[in-house]
């Protein structure tokens, strides 16, 4: 069976960092483009950060810019969030998603959560003092 599997999540003071992996299983990631998610209890899932096959083209959400950084390593079929600054409102269970190559942009991956083919089930991200 296909697998994505997140990891990474934890507790961390506000201002502080965390690198979440997602790791995939049983197919390759460079021929998808991969999509952080995010959803705190109540809340709708968000899109939060996506890029591209190759890793050429990237997307954040507004409220991540200039503290979280999308990347992957396809040697290793994982793709990387580096999250800085953390704050509270950053605390969510994190999800991450595939969908095949030329499918979708970027844009519409993180803009949508409803075609992806793939997704994980999830690690916890808390920013707490």
């Known amino acids: 069976q296909l697998q994505l599997v997140e990891s990474g999540g934890g507790l961390v003071q506000p201002g502080g960092s965390l690198r979440l992996s997602c790791v995939g299983s049983?197919?390759?990631?460079?021929?998808?483009?991969i999509g952080w998610f995010r959803q705190a209890p109540g809340k709708k899932r968000e899109g939060v950060s996506c890029?591209?096959?190759?890793?050429?083209?990237?997307n954040y959400a507004d409220s991540v810019k200039g503290r979280f950084t999308i990347s992957r390593d396809n040697a290793k079929n994982t793709v990387f969030l580096q999250m800085n600054s953390l704050k509270p409102e950053d605390t969510a269970v994190y999800f991450c998603?595939?969908?095949?190559?030329?499918?979708?942009?970027?844009?519409?991956?993180?803009?949508?959560?409803?075609?992806?083919?793939?997704w994980g089930r999830g690690t916890q991200v808390a920013v707490s003092s």
């Open positions: 049983g197919f390759a990631l460079s021929d998808y483009t």
């Open positions: 890029i591209s096959p190759a890793g050429f083209s990237t």
């Open positions: 998603a595939a969908d095949p190559k030329g499918q979708s942009t970027v844009q519409a991956m993180c803009a949508r959560d409803d075609f992806q083919k793939y």
